[in-house]
């Protein structure tokens, strides 16, 4: 099993920029696909991106297509999220999680397909 810690996140003012980092302390890490949610005050936690296992896919959702990339270094057991051309309404805490490579890469932007979640770190964009 995964144990993800994620780093990165920080005060910003709008359209800046910020990479965020997800490192799994275990061994498994090329055993699952990984995503990125985010869940502001009051509101559920909605998905932002995942990447296959392999790192050769990609998705992510309509409110960031273009301006967030997704990556993953398999050696160095780290998933990151470049956030360029930040708005106010990016505002959120960021968590990163963990889907077992099983998972069918439709369900992805779902959270209940992750089993492992990291404990998540604030993005504040400011106008």
């Known amino acids: 099993q995964v144990q993800l810690v994620e780093s990165g996140g920080g005060l910003v003012q709008a359209g800046d920029s910020l990479r965020l980092s997800c490192t799994d302390s275990g061994r498994t890490f090329d055993r699952y696909h990984m995503g990125w949610f985010r869940q502001a005050p009051g509101k559920e936690r909605e998905f932002v991106a995942a990447?296959?296992?392999?790192?050769?896919?990609?998705s992510y959702a309509d409110s960031v297509n273009g301006r967030f990339t997704i990556s993953r270094d398999n050696a160095k057991n780290t998933v990151y999220l470049q956030m360029n051309s930040l708005k106010p309404e990016d505002t959120a805490v960021y968590y990163c999680a963990a889907a077992p490579r099983t998972t069918s890469w439709n369900w992805l932007r779902s959270p209940s397909q992750y089993n492992s979640w990291g404990q998540g770190t604030q993005v504040t964009v400011y106008s």
């Open positions: 990447i296959n296992w392999g790192g050769g896919t990609t």
